[in-house]
């Protein structure tokens, strides 16, 4: 069964960093990229970042300049680093992922993980 588990979640101050980590684990054929979403109280769920099996890199403008997406081949696992980290950052972080399994090309999704950036 092909799992996506995160960590790194928490309460952080306003200008803090946190690194968020999600490793990927079951009968994968290959990955096709992976990313982060968040959802705050109140607001549609909104891509943070993403990276594609090539190591391109896409992020929200929200985020730009202050978070970095990274993946570790080897561990089938993707990093989201955020510095500068705002009240606005609140919210709850999704991993996603598409993977190729047995049945061919398919998104999952983490359980998601909690940020919350308050003093």
């Known amino acids: 069964q092909v799992q996506l588990v995160e960590s790194g979640g928490g309460l952080v101050q306003p200008g803090g960093s946190l690194r968020l980590s999600c490793a990927a684990s079951?009968?994968?054929?290959?990955?096709?990229?992976m990313g982060w979403y968040r959802q705050a109280p109140g607001k549609q769920r909104e891509l943070v970042a993403v990276i594609t099996s090539g190591g391109s890199t896409n992020y929200a403008d929200s985020v730009k300049g202050r978070s970095t997406i990274s993946k570790d081949n080897a561990k089938n696992t993707v990093y989201l680093q955020m510095t500068s980290l705002k009240p606005e950052d609140t919210a709850v972080y999704y991993c996603?992922?598409?993977?190729?399994?047995?049945?061919?090309?398919?998104?999952?999704w983490g359980q998601g993980t909690q940020v919350a950036v308050s003093s």
């Open positions: 079951g009968r994968i054929f290959s990955i096709n990229a």
């Open positions: 996603t992922a598409d993977l190729t399994v047995a049945a061919g090309p398919t998104r999952y």
